[in-house]
């Protein structure tokens, strides 16, 4: 059987991750794939002990913090992420490993954060959506009325920019990272996603993958995770 992918998003809170990752899983469906979306910190029992400290009901210093992250990561990994991808699904998730390294950092050395997650599967394909902190906020204020933990607008745009050198880094060391620009209409950051998607796929499936004008439905075709 042919393995599945794996495709996360990344962005600081307001860059609009959920809503680009499931109409992305939308447009997976709509092509006959398997497709699972996911996201993180996750529903699990460890997930539940995260969300309580970012929204300050459960005091947490950033060192457990960070080691929650990872834990909560691993847990998702084992039980869902390799087993589907095994299986031939698309899996697509709402943050990573490099939400870690952008937020974490903000307290803590990078080096250790990425020594935590050193035996994280690394993705296929991860997109970046860059917003600058003031509009990531305004979407929020009109969207929710309670703040997070890291959800100032000056903490905002030191992540963003730790989420822009990190990127760097890693490509450097061969992840495949593309960064779309999040500020336009929704649509276009979607048209944007779906391209880099279409050829992470064809590099990846090499000669399997006819590269054709209506590309769309060719792929469908061409690229059959289930097989
Ligand atoms: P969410 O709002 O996308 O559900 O994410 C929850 C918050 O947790 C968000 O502010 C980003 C933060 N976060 C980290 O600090 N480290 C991590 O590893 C992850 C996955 C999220």
């Known amino acids: 059987m042919r393995r599945g992918k794996f495709i996360v998003f990344e962005g600081i809170d307001g860059s609009g991750l959920t809503t680009q990752s499931s109409l992305l899983k939308n447009w997976f469906d709509g092509q006959g794939f398997a497709v699972f979306s996911t996201k993180e910190p996750t529903d699990g029992p460890i997930g539940g002990q995260i ?4 929204s300050k ?3 947490m210093r950033s060192t457990a913090l960070a080691l929650s992250f990872a834990a909560d990561r ?3 990994l084992e039980t869902e992420i390799i087993p589907k991808i095994n299986n031939g699904v698309v899996v697509i998730s709402d943050r990573y490993y490099l939400s870690s ?3 974490q950092m903000l307290d803590l ?3 250790w954060v990425i020594q935590l997650n050193s035996k994280c599967l690394k993705p296929d394909l991860t997109i970046l959506l860059d917003v600058p902190a003031l509009i ?6 009109r969207m929710r009325w309670h703040v997070e933990l890291f959800e100032e607008t000056v903490k905002l745009e030191r992540v963003r920019n730790n989420f822009l050198s990190i990127a760097e880094r890693l490509t450097k060391n061969g992840e495949n990272i593309e960064i779309v620009d999040g500020n336009r209409p929704l649509n276009e950051v979607q048209k944007d996603v779906r391209q880099i998607v279409l050829k ?4 990846t499936t090499g000669e399997q993958f006819l590269v054709s004008k209506n590309g769309e439905k060719k792929i469908k ?3 059959d995770f289930s097989s």
């Open 74 to 76: 691993m847990d998702h």
């Open 200 to 203: 992470a796929l064809r590099k």
């Open 221 to 223: 075709k061409l690229v």
């Open 51 to 54: 969300r309580l400290a970012l």
């Open 136 to 141: 990531s906020k305004r979407r929020m204020e």
């Open 109 to 111: 050395e990078l080096e």
């Open 57 to 59: 009901r459960l005091n």
């Open 101 to 103: 390294y952008a937020y």
